[in-house]
């Protein structure tokens, strides 16, 4: 059983046949838009106060048929949201974020199905693939047209973490959300290192598979301190490197750091607490984690998290945040003086996990970095995406090698 079966499921029973926009929703689904990474997908609609109907997609084709067992995705809303939904993709993200669609257990399979659905042929569609680059396969989501921008997630987050920022720059930009190798739907290969330069290895190996010579970059969290890697060790491969509460080397004294020098990752590959007590401690760690984009993350976290290899993968990555060197030759501040692609921090003035105190250690190491303080936590670009996505697009759009520009907002 998946990680997500977990999330419990409350819908009434078909009652007679589908409502018109699901039919039309089916009907037009595109398998090139959504690389399922499965031979069949159960998707699940629910029609508030109707009832649900599955859609099953096997081998590229789509066919709706009663509820049954257990799906892979669940998608709920009025048949009035559902009217929307069918009429236009960007309303069914609008009324996603308004909290009138749900989407849980697999956000992946969700809006790759919404997005099979959209009836759109333009250029810079939403589309979902996955990539073979020379290591781990890569699953993706992408739109638009333009300079490439390359979004990576945090630490046990996934792409989906950044459908809001796909949608908010698609207009000025190709925007490209990746899942790391061991991470959402791409492969999670045991053993791998899943350090600083495990991770930026896989985003260049990622970049020649699509034939990008040159991209921007937008980390947050762990994704910031790879964008961060790949700036240092290929910056002719990158032009500009956004930063949302980036991850990096304590400064301070790490007591643990013998220890977990001894420790492997591979424990992970063991279950030692059982599955109903890491979704509650999940859960407490996150008060509103039963709710919009929260309770999609939690699920997509709980998703990779409740496999052995994604737990390891999860367990290798923390491991090497504590433990990357901060001074020295090859320490991580001593090399961040030397970074040549202009970057912009964003930090969040509530972030418990990333302080602002570290603000100053960037300004005093790298003073032509830009920095943007906002009034939010960790995850910027869902708990403010509304400034988060000006300041990106004023930065990503900036010419030449200066533009970069330091500035608080409220």
């Known amino acids: 059983m998946s990680a997500a079966a977990s999330v419990p499921l409350r819908v009434r029973p078909s009652l007679g046949e589908p409502p018109r926009p699901l039919v039309e929703l089916v009907d037009r689904f595109d398998c090139e838009v959504f690389d399922a990474r499965q031979r069949v997908t159960r998707v699940r609609l629910e029609v508030i106060d109707r009832g649900a109907w599955d859609v099953l997609i096997r081998e590229g084709v789509a066919s709706l048929t009663a509820p049954a067992g257990t799906p892979d995705t669940l998608l709920s809303a009025t048949e009035a949201a559902w ?42 569609r939403l589309r979902f693939a996955s990539v073979a680059t020379r290591g781990p396969r890569l699953s993706l989501v992408e739109a638009g047209t333009g ?12 792409k989906s973490s950044f ?18 190798p061991g991470f959402g739907d791409s492969d999670k290969p045991i053993g791998a290192a899943y350090d600083a330069r495990f991770f930026a290895e896989a985003v260049t190996d990622l970049l020649d598979a699509l034939e990008l010579d040159r991209v921007h970059l937008l980390g947050n969290s762990l994704g910031g301190r790879i964008a961060l890697e790949v700036g240092l060790s290929c910056p002719g491969r990158v032009s500009r490197i956004g930063l949302l509460a980036p991850s990096l080397a304590w400064r301070r004294g790490r007591p643990w750091q013998p220890l977990l020098r001894l420790v492997r990752p591979e424990l992970g590959l063991l279950q030692l607490a ?12 996150i008060p509103d984690a039963d709710d919009g984009w929260a309770a999609a993350g939690v699920d997509e976290f709980l998703r990779a998290y409740l496999t052995r290899s994604g737990r390891a993968a999860f367990y290798a990555a923390a491991r090497h945040i504590y433990l990357d060197e901060p001074h020295g030759e090859r320490g991580f501040w001593t090399r961040l003086a ?15 996990l990333v302080p602002l105190a570290f603000a100053r250690h960037v300004a005093e190491t790298l003073p032509r970095a830009g920095q943007l303080e906002l009034d939010c936590g960790h995850v910027p670009q869902i708990e403010l995406p509304g400034p988060t996505h000006t300041a990106l697009c004023d930065f990503f759009a900036a010419r030449g090698a200066g533009g970069v520009r330091t500035r608080l907002a409220g």
Do not use: C
């Open 274 to 285: 059982p599955r109903p007590v890491v979704e509650r401690f999940v859960r407490w760690l």
């Open 338 to 352: 030397t970074l040549k692609p202009p970057a912009l921090f964003v930090w969040g003035r509530h972030d418990r």
């Open 163 to 180: 459908l809001s920022t796909v949608a908010a720059l698609a207009d000025d930009f190709r925007v490209i959300a990746v899942d790391l």
């Open 83 to 124: 009217r929307r939904i069918a009429r236009d993709l960007r309303l069914a993200m609008d009324t996603y974020q308004a909290g009138r669609l749900r989407i849980r257990r697999n956000v992946h399979a969700g809006v790759g199905f919404l997005a099979a659905t959209s009836n759109d042929r333009e250029p810079g």
């Open 147 to 158: 300079p490439t921008v390359l979004a990576i997630h945090g630490l046990g987050a996934t």
